[in-house]
């Protein structure tokens, strides 16, 4: 075994637990996950303490770099979007100021992601209260994706979001078949939702594409460094990624 690999770094919330359990096992050969934790004051799924989180960013981006990942994810998806709508990208900006390293936020690679998918109308899923569901949905208007339902199961700290499991997000998603029958695209939000393993599933009931926000950050990340995605068994996002690299 040697260092003779290409890197991705991880920046997540500290209640993070799904992308370091998830994305490792989607990675394509030759590329590894080094990851870094956020501070942030208490659990709760509030805009406050989300936000509060890029006070920590600078030492957290710095100590990262030193692993020299080609590319730093900021991983976290209300924690991009809740600074306000169009001001997703700000943190993968000062991540890149900071390091000199490229740097995407996971919001971004959302809107990336459903526009590769050229969807317009949304079945959104979500873990979160709706104080955070309504700026979501905001988020999403103000990049052109009307969100036609909403799901949500509603948690208020970080702990009982990763008690759910990824059989519980199918479940959820798709008990909706009607509303999803109307939408171009179903989006799964959140980091530390366990997701990846049930996208070519719920694809494959519904009829309808899937994003979710570890496997967009992934393909996000991948996209940027030019690496391999053919053999990444995550969804449609990444069958197509590989049709156009061949």
Known sequence: MDNKVRRIGILAPPGNVAMERELPLFLPP???MNHNRLSRPGNAISRESLLAMAESLDRAAYDLAQAHPEII????????FLEGVGKE???????TRLTGIPAVTTST?????????????????????????????AFCRHHGFEVVAL??????????????????VAELALGNAE???????????????????????????????????????????????????RDVRAG?????????AA
Do not use: K
């Not at 990208?89 to 991540?95: F, G, N, S, T």
């Not at 530390?192 to 926000?213: K, Q, W």
């Open 109 to 137: 690679a959302v809107v990336e992601a459903l526009r590769a998918h050229g969807a317009r109308r949304i079945f959104l899923v979500t873990p979160y209260p709706d104080a955070v569901n309504e700026h979501e949905i």
């Open 89 to 95: 990208a700000r943190l993968a900006e000062r991540i």
């Open 30 to 32: 030759g590329v590894v």
């Open 179 to 229: 509303a999803i029958g109307n939408c171009d695209a179903i989006f799964i939000s959140c980091t530390n939702l366990l997701t990846m393993d049930r996208i070519e599933t719920i694809e494959a009931r519904s009829g309808r594409p899937v994003v979710t926000s570890n496997q967009a950050s992934l393909w996000a990340a991948l996209a940027r460094m030019g690496a391999p995605m």
């Open 73 to 80: 994810v900021y991983g976290c998806t209300s924690g991009s």
């Open 151 to 168: 799901e949500s199961f509603r948690c208020p700290v970080s702990e009982d979001i990763r008690a759910i499991s990824s059989d519980q």
């Open 236 to 244: 449609s996002l990444f069958q197509r990624a590989a049709a156009r």
